[in-house]
């Protein structure tokens, strides 16, 4: 009797275990851990992973696995365990974990189809299969199914001659394209085209082709090589010489683009120095954390490269995650020039097929390295040599959602199981990893200087209040405007950097102060420019902006704030000579619109890139010589403990986009509060100083690297409930903690409402406390039992938002 242990897909307490399933005597041997089945569950057919099989059940009466739905695992034993990791450590439902390891193709509706691999004819496959792929290489699963030959493909499947393809229905449009190839033998051919007529000349051309290249084309191509028509095609076709049929093809993102191949460079000292360690821990299979802290344009990208070209001579594998607003093309080159085609890219701009492709190339070994966004963390190697997380302090590597992981987190854990060390790069690392270098938890490896010691770029920060005084009400300071000036006329580049988290446009009345807020949330709303709209961005409520103010009826309301739209209508009255490229979420919403931007800039089509944090990152181009911001404060006002950490780190970077090449560069700050830390130290870029005043501050007030934090948030439509829920949760965790340990609350969130429920939240700060997950899974329990009460409890273990 064989019996899979299966985590079924209905996300609830009660079902958040593994259940029982006889498997039926005729998928004995096929199905194995790692794949997804579908059981009854109820009346109902749903989804479900397969985490182990056994022999025994402690449950009677098991009821059978309906069908299989893949042919092979799409987890390995690596990521089974890391879900059950993972569950433990986000608090999340089992389903999830497993869930947000998967590319969204194989979550949506997608119809199944089984298809030979390029290459493999149907003659190589086992007699049953072949009469199946006779005349199309590719069928439906259904089909499959029905004839009964599921264990005979999965066979096949593992020697590499077949696979599966999920081609989703709605969202993803299938990237098919119509192939030709013959379908009689060699020798045939060449006796239909004697047989022919002379005047057939069109179809002989085409027969002729196939003569000389016995192998599938692609009709686009094959019509455009021999300059012939597809009804000549068509009419081989009818005389069952050639057949046509469609195929899916990789949708590759960087098809039309060349790499020029790059070659390792010869390592300063300094780089040698660093690079030791990271070579020895892989050459002895050793897993260690490393922190490579190195200003930028140290050379840390080189490190990683060859450190992973190390990984790969090994026949190992690489993940690099770097953050999903760096991964700009800049970037990817850098690793497709050095790795070719060995480089499988996951972002968020590719279309859920073109990841689902990417995805299953590292898969089917068919590459050695992953660099992505945060979720490539999950990328499905199964012999890693090396995990790289570049700019290691970007607070977009947690994740919000359940399962609420850190991907630096899930790193560890992974080259943990493997053996393989961690490399975390930044030039200012969150103060949790440099605190832990400091103990030697992490290795320390340092690149202090630029590469042939270029001097980083000089910075000058402008007092705003000052400008003010003196009657300067522009959002430019003087010195910048002349700077600005003076690049233009020298033929040089200026980036212009607004730091707007935190700094949206809204609209006020100026008569009395009036500011448009949701009426959901209670936050102020978005001015848009386009369709002059107004949106919350927290529930998506959307209005017009009024003609008269709501309240006393003044016709003076205004958008205000400093968007990038503004800056740049400013810029255009000021500096009207100068071109301007604008990027924001507005201009570089469409497919590929950043990248075109960003060439067009590169290629000296506009004096000034005018941005917000997508800008901050990655640009490497020779002619900058400028870089301003516009106010460096905006976001050291929100409730968040990070907040000077922040402005540290983005000031930071946005300085080292000057200068990175011949030209020297310098920088301009405008700030209204030039006393604070964290805007004096990015000017002098002491990250180790700002390390320390940052650690008084973090010590003082309990708060990381000293303390973890766990929050819990409560909400409810009805304010008293939320109030009265969460004042129990506070004493429940009171009455279980040590007394070293600090519970807030109960209060208000900083955003007290979204969408009409009302937030309330418990924040939990402590330094050991070996029975705290039980305690919040307790928690989370008690409320995930008792639905019908509307109350909604959230916990998110090490947040990054406090909100
Ligand atoms: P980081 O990743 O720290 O910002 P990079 O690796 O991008 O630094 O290096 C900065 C610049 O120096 C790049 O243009 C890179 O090609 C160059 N570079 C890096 N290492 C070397 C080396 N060993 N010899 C010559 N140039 C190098
Ligand atoms: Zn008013
Ligand atoms: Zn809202």
Known sequence: MEIASVIVDVPAKQTDRAFDYLIPEQWWGT????MRVIVPFGPRKIQGFVISLKTQSEFKKLREIIEPMDLEPILNKDLLDLGDWLTENTLCFKIFAFQVMLPAALKAKYEKKVKITAGVEAADLSETLQTLFENNPIIDWEDALNNGVIPLLQKEAAKGKLEVLYIVKEKVKKKQRKF?????????????VVRFPAKAEKQKLVLSYFINHFEPVELRQLVAELNTTSSTVKALVEKKLLTEYEMEVYRDPFEHRTFKRTKPLPLTNSQQTVIGPILNAIESNRHEVFLLYGVTGSGKTEIYLQSIQEVIERGQEAIVLVPEISLTPQMVNRFKGRFGDLVAVLHSGLSAGEKYDEWRKIQRKEVKVAVGARSAIFAPFENLGIIIIDEEHETSYKQEDMPRYHARDVAVERAKTYNCPVVLGSATPSLESFARAQKKVYHLLSLPNRMNNQTLPSVEIIDMREELRDGNRSMFSRKLFDMLKDRIE?????????????HSSFVMCRDCGYVMNCPNCDISLTYHRVNEQMKCHYCGYESHVPKQCPECSSDYIRYFGTGTQKVEDELGKILPEARVIRMDVDTTGRKGSHERLLTDFQNGKADILLGTQMIAKGLDFPNITLVGVLSADTMLHL?????????????????????????????????YTPEHYSVELAGTQDYDLFYQREMMIRKTHHYPPFYYLSLITVSHDQLMTVVTATEKIVNYVRSQVSKDAVVLGPAASPIPRINNRYRYQCLIKYKREPNLTKMLKTILDQHQKDTKSGLLVSIDVNPFILM
């Open 31 to 34: 199905i194995q851990p790692g």
């Open 180 to 192: 030709v190839r013959p379908l009689v033998s060699l020798a045939e051919l060449k006796d239909e």
């Open 490 to 502: 020298k033929k040089q580049q200026s980036v212009l950097f607004l730091n707007k988290r935190g």
């Open 639 to 671: 409730p968040d403990f990070r907040a000077s950490e922040k402005t540290f780190q983005l000031l930071t970077q946005v300085s080292g986009r000057a200068g990175r090449h011949q030209l020297p560069g310098e920088v301009i700050i405008q700030t």
